[in-house]
C-alpha cells in the first residue's frame, strides 16, 4: 500500500529540488542565451542604485536605495538561505525530506535568519 510519502516522493524525484533550481531551469528554457543579459541588466541595476543612493532621482528608503531594489535585495537573501538550507537537509534526509510536515516550519527561521542577517550587515537600518 502506498503511503503518502512514497506518493510525493514519486512526483517529486523528477522535479527540479529547489526552487532556485526551478527559476533557472525556466530561464534556461525560455531564454537559452539571454541569461547572460539577465544577469549584467541585474547588476547594471545594482550599480545604478549604488550610484544614486541617498539622492533626488527616485524615492528612497530610509537606507538610501529604491522600495523595489530593497524588494529585490530582501527576496534575494530569502531565497539563497532557503537553498542553503534545503539542499543541506535533501543531502542529509534524502529526497524524501520534501514530502515531509515538519520543513515547513524551516521556512519561519529562514525568514528569520533574513531578516537577522540584512540587519546586521546594515542594509536594512
Request: aromatic share 24%; net charge positive.
Amino acid at each position: 500500500m502506498l503511503t503518502g510519502v512514497d506518493i510525493c516522493q514519486d512526483f517529486t524525484i523528477p522535479a527540479a529540488s529547489t526552487i532556485h533550481s526551478f527559476v533557472w531551469q525556466v530561464i534556461f528554457y525560455i531564454w537559452p542565451w539571454k541569461w547572460i543579459l539577465i544577469m549584467l541588466l541585474i547588476l547594471m541595476w545594482a550599480a545604478w542604485e549604488i550610484a544614486t543612493r541617498n539622492s533626488k532621482v527616485h524615492y528612497n528608503s530610509k537606507n538610501g536605495f529604491s522600495p523595489s531594489f530593497n524588494r529585490f535585495v530582501g527576496s534575494g537573501a530569502y531565497l539563497s538561505f532557503q537553498t542553503i538550507l534545503f539542499v543541506s537537509f535533501e543531502k542529509l534526509f534524502s529526497i524524501k525530506f520534501y514530502c515531509l510536515r515538519w520543513p515547513y516550519i524551516m521556512h519561519l527561521f529562514v525568514f528569520i535568519t533574513t531578516g537577522l542577517f540584512l540587519y546586521i550587515v546594515g542594509f536594512w537600518p
